[in-house]
């Protein structure tokens, strides 16, 4: 009985039931049957079967028909679009089987008795018997009805979703696949409307959709209807969570939030016009969508339907405004970062490179050149020229031919979810979506690069750059028993690098998460009303919308850009230095020319562990403590050890540790380790007293050098002298190494050297040096040189 039934509900229906109602709606019932007992919401409905639609198709004498106008388009006989359309109007025209129809409406008439309302709001969505396997995705390949009241209104709606099984995109892909358009069939979901158009909604992946770092979920997220999101017709904001860290429910690993612009939001309309986009009201986009408890609980379902399948998931979530319920309304497996092999990867690296002309999200991880071909209407894309950077405001299903002949694409608007983005990465191209103002500031025939290589945020340059490109193959790497780290500073980048066996981070730079994401001095926080810059005050205001506290914005920002950096290596250690400015360089941050001095060397001045104590800026120490401290204690990041640098003498580092105990940063508290730069003589000449203080060493071996020495490493008339392998630094390195190993401290050292020189990494190994931190691109050059050198 069941193998004739015209319509069945989510409830019955299991994933091995793909041929009959397709991907979408087989998933969806799994996940009724399967994950509702684990906390997993999905609203409720029922599917037509496949049955039901070559049922349709025979009733209406239209399957030979079918046939021979497909065989005049393979044949060369008609276009494609002409086929299309003849094949779309035969199911247009037709009408419903009488038991079919009748299987329809009393279902919708169930599930609005089930609701408690007369006519029910429904969404009506396409699901191809073939869609959703691991080798295709079929994104957006065919329709979906939103806000469809009524019977004869729901029976429309489903004919014409049969209809979009023949739309000119969807033809062309199966094609393409290899696919027998006569033997897809298509089944219609039918799912209570989630009134997410007085809430909110988007799209989520259990993994990075740019790396496939599979320890983070992404989370996208806008007011109104999902739709939005998926077309990329919005910018949304944009949330990531550490997976490994959800289990505990006294951690919130929340290690990105971004807001975005949201500027339109689509609700319900009439009877006409089933849905509509509205502007959204400026309290709207300064918020964000999600507060923290939902983001969690959305990241432990991502987690929860990942294991259940068994791989990567994409799938799509909205939240009811009218009882603030969360639910999954779709989930698919993840087709693209699942599908690549993991031994291998290219590294880009950009020389030479124009004026920035936009930037947005960067979608991939390469770099073109080429010519810009601006379309803004989706009726003159006859007009782009193959081979060209495509830009334009938005994209859609429709867009697709044009897409695969491009070099790049760069839009106005859209997330890492949105159409655009999701083609891109199916198609291999790097794309940058969500740039505000692409179609604006480029134009036709502009010579352009376009960056996707610099971490999250991709740019288009003036002009032809050079680049390089290197293939890096992690199953080539030789075992060693020194560790090899990695030096890591942009949070943005950071997971491109998860797939080297990296023994960790040997040091993350503090000052480089202030100087990108902060942006502002500490101390402009703390006095912010005392500020005198006018301009730098409004800036400021504008940076911290949303926080009472501006404090906290410094706190947040900062934990998280260093969370992403943690969680790349989790739960190898990651040695997070403190911040190391230079008065001048601080004093570049915004609002920070009110609080540093004028020096003529702030080289050797007002830096490292002086400050940390010191009246001028020991509010601002305490931000960054307070960062440290969410970032182990509230965020999970155990894993994180802190690093003094430019530490002079032993009463500084007394005076450095009382301050970090008494903003909660105790040694050996909840295990936490406290390490030492050692880049000044001293360091060196008084190893064992600073081993008393502190649990290990990390060489600078550009500080050490240039004070040995006596040469200003900025210095080019002196370049020649500047040399880290003198005998006299390495005195001092193999000196600083074995009291440290004398006292039970550990050490390493971070610096290019042992990738320049493969003797230095030999001295270095002969020496007893533990670890060696270098730069991700270096990394598989140091490791071999290190092998070599512990062989011999």
Not at 267 to 273: A, K, L, N, R, T
Not at 604 to 612: L, Q, V
Not at 667 to 689: K, T
């Amino acid at each position: 009985m069941r193998d004739n039934m015209p319509v069945m509900w989510f409830e019955d229906l299991l994933r091995v039931d793909v041929a009959r109602v397709g991907g979408k709606n087989s998933s969806l019932g799994e996940m009724i049957q399967t994950l509702e007992s684990k906390g997993v919401h999905v609203p409720p409905g029922f599917a037509t079967t496949s049955e039901a639609y070559w049922n349709y198709v025979d009733e209406n004498g239209i399957r030979s028909a079918m046939t021979a106008l497909l065989a005049d388009w393979t044949g060369g006989k008609a276009s494609l679009p002409e086929t299309g359309e003849a094949m779309r109007k035969l199911f247009l025209r037709g009408t419903w089987p009488e038991p079919t129809a009748r299987a329809i409406v009393e279902a919708y008439r169930t599930l609005s008795t089930r609701a408690g309302h007369a006519d029910v709001s429904v969404a009506v969505r396409s699901s191809a018997t073939a869609e959703d396997l691991p080798d295709a995705s079929f994104a957006g390949q065919q329709e979906t009805f939103l806000n469809i009241t009524g019977e004869e209104s729901l029976l429309d709606a489903c004919r014409r979703c049969y209809a979009s099984l023949f739309t000119d995109r969807a033809i062309s892909y199966r094609q393409t696949r290899g696919f027998d358009h006569m033997k897809v069939a298509l089944s219609v979901g039918v799912q209570q409307m989630v009134r997410s158009d007085i809430g909110g909604s988007g799209v989520m992946f259990s993994i990075d959709t740019e790396t496939g770092f599979d320890k983070v979920v992404l989370i996208n997220a806008a007011w109104g209807l999902g739709e939005n999101v998926v077309q990329g017709a919005v910018d949304p904001d944009e949330y990531q969570v550490f997976k490994p860290l959800l289990s505990d429910p006294g951690l919130r690993p929340i290690i990105a939030r971004k807001r975005g612009a949201k500027a339109i939001k689509m609700i319900y309309g009439g009877s006409d016009q089933p849905t509509r986009n509205v502007p959204t009201s400026r309290a709207e986009r300064e918020a964000l969508v999600l507060k923290d408890e939902e983001i969690l609980t959305l990241a432990r379902w991502a987690a929860t339907i990942e294991q259940h399948y068994g791989c990567a998931m994409d799938m799509e979530w909205a939240r009811d405004g009218e009882t603030g319920r969360l639910y999954i309304v779709q989930a698919r497996p993840e087709t693209v970062q699942s599908n690549r092999k993991s031994a291998t990867f290219s590294s880009y690296q950009i020389r030479n490179r124009g004026k920035t002309l936009v930037k947005g999200l960067s979608i991939g991880d390469s770099i073109v050149t080429g010519q810009v071909c601006l379309i803004e209407s989706a009726k003159d894309i006859g007009q782009f020229v193959d081979g060209s950077v495509l830009v334009t405001s938005t994209t859609d299903p429709d867009w697709v031919p044009i897409m695969k002949r491009a070099a790049a694409i760069v839009t106005d608007h859209g997330g890492r979810t949105s159409h655009a983005a999701i083609v891109s990465r199916e198609l291999g191209l790097p794309a940058i979506v969500g740039t505000g103002d692409a179609t604006h500031l480029l134009h036709t025939g502009q010579d352009v690069t376009v960056s996707c290589a610099e971490g999250d945020e991709g740019m288009v340059y003036e002009g032809i750059a050079d680049f390089d490109v290197e293939t890096l193959d992690v199953d080539a790497i030789p075992e060693t028993r020194t560790k090899i780290m990695l030096n890591l500073g942009n949070p943005g980048a950071a997971f491109r690098w998860w797939k080297l066996p990296a023994d960790g981070v040997g040091l993350a730079r503090m000052e480089f998460v202030i100087s990108n994401a902060v942006r502002i001095h500490p101390m402009a926080l703390v006095h912010y009303d005392r500020l005198k810059d006018e301009a730098a005050k409004t800036e400021i205001w504008t940076l911290t919308k949303g926080y009472e506290d501006k404090t906290q914005y410094f706190v947040d920002q900062l934990a998280e850009g260093l969370a992403r950096i943690a969680a790349t290596v989790h739960p190898k250690p990651v040695i997070v230095r403190m911040s190391d400015f230079k008065t001048n360089e601080y004093a570049g941050l915004i609002g920070g020319t009110e609080f540093e001095p004028d020096e003529e060397n702030p080289m050797i001045g007002f830096r490292g562990a002086s400050r940390y104590y010191s009246p001028r800026y020991r509010e601002g120490f305490a931000l960054e403590c307070r960062a440290i401290r969410k970032l182990r204690n509230e965020m999970g990041f155990s894993n994180v050890i802190v690093m003094i640098p430019f530490c002079r003498s032993i009463g500084e580092a007394e005076k450095v540790t009382a301050v970090m105990a008494e903003n909660g940063l105790r040694r050996g508290e909840d295990g936490l380790q406290i390490y030492v730069m050692c880049e000044i003589p001293s360091n060196v000449i008084l190893a064992g007293q600073f081993a008393r203080h502190f649990d290990g060493f990390s060489i600078g071996s550009n500080d050490l050098t240039q004070l040995t020495l006596g040469v200003d490493r900025d210095s080019g008339d002196l370049a020649d002298l500047f040399d880290e392998e003198d005998e006299a630094v390495k005195w001092m390195i193999s000196t600083v190494i074995r009291e440290a190993n004398k006292a039970g401290a550990k050490i390493g050292l971070c610096g290019q050297a042992p990738s320049d020189h493969p003797d230095f990494a030999r001295f270095l190994v002969e020496a007893g040096i533990d670890s060696i931190s270098v730069t991700p691109d270096s990394f598989i050059a140091v490791k071999h040189k290190v092998a070599e050198a512990e062989k011999s």
